[in-house]
């Protein structure tokens, strides 16, 4: 069975950091494209970073140069991590993936930026 599991969001004041993982079992995440999304209250879902198999990488304009989006192969886990963060960072956090024809979404993190 394929499960997604975010960890790491949290509580911050801005101008700090956070690192979020996404560890999955049943896929193996050397061989997806692997996205970030968030999604603040009231508003809709938005793609945060893509990292491919390939480890070629892509940023929402809003998070260039504060976000870096990584992957541990030994670990089967995907990384983001977050700096300079801002109160309009604040959102809950989800990783996705898809594998044969299915997508796939964690149950997602919490992260609050405090001015």
């Known amino acids: 069975q394929v499960q997604l599991v975010e960890s790491g969001g949290g509580l911050v004041q801005a101008g700090g950091s956070l690192r979020l993982s996404c560890a999955s079992s049943g896929i193996t995440f050397s061989t997806r494209t692997v996205n970030w999304y968030r999604q603040a209250p009231g508003k809709q879902r938005e793609l945060v970073a893509m990292?491919?198999?390939?480890?070629?990488?892509n940023y929402a304009d809003s998070v260039k140069g504060r976000f870096t989006i990584s992957r541990d192969n030994a670990k089967n886990t995907v990384y983001l991590q977050m700096n300079s963060l801002k109160p309009e960072d604040t959102a809950v956090y989800y990783c996705?993936?898809?594998?044969?024809?299915?997508?796939?979404w964690g149950q997602g993190t919490q992260v609050t930026v405090s001015s």
């Open positions: 996705y993936t898809n594998f044969l024809g299915k997508t796939y």
């Open positions: 990292l491919s198999s390939g480890e070629s990488t």
